[in-house]
């Protein structure tokens, strides 16, 4: 799907509002409040009705368009630019293109980008498996002076995971002692994984507990080995955290602690869809069946 598509395939309300009810609904509509099967009220508004609760809704309450006024095609569009910029966009940046340079708000597009983020949340994934890369980085936060403990102490910590030739996750972790990367092992590889590279950062050694463990020696300026034919290297997830932080300076300048996760989450949501034609839609599908994310617990 490219820009133009959206432009010509999606230009009116009516069109936008007809692609999501098939995305949110493959096996027909039904009543948003007690899940019965419902019928269409009114064809020119879109809008369906319960038989069994008396409940009318359109295609859009409860999901993350709901008390939007933006027309959904302004939606579709910076749906479409969040999906193909590989290493982000800024919100002033949707806001210029959509909107043009005099027009629109700031907090408007701000929102507007924070709603699909908040979409591009992954629930319920399966444990990475085979050969696992897992890595750690620093972002944010300013370069000052002073030794190696003074610069990393006010960045933030990413642990990054990902299985070769497949899934790539990238998580805001309070620190890289060895118990909380002990957790995001856990709670994301899987105990039959055939093995588990990282650097030879100390806190590794024990927080992989029982599984097959090699390391590359980053300090030695080690990088690749190969073992019996296989790789030993973290370069993969290590190009995926360069893409993070191109993000990071070029187009989002400065994320706060706060705001963080949610860039991880469209960060890696992009990047395990980058192979798929149907990214687009498969954003949207997201974005009218995921929890609602308010303003208030945005900026709350
Ligand atoms: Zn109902």
Redesign the pocket.
Known sequence: MTLVDVINLFDTDEKCREILVRLRWPNGV???????P?VELETEKQLFY??????QFTVTAGTIFNDSHLPLQKWFLATLLLCEARKGMSANQIKRTIWGQHKGSYKTAWYLCHRIRAAMKEVDQPMLDGTVEMDETYVGGKNRGGGQGARLANKEVVIGLRQRNGDLRFFHAEDAKSGTLMKYIQENVSTDVEVLITDSFPAYKHAVGNAEHKTVNHVAGEYVRYENGACVTTNTVESAFSLLKRGIMGSWHKISAKHLPAYLDEMTFRFNRRKSANLFLDTLRHMVTAPVLTFDKLTG
């Open positions: 039904e009543c948003v409040r007690c899940k019965m419902a319960c038989r069994d609760c008396n409940y």
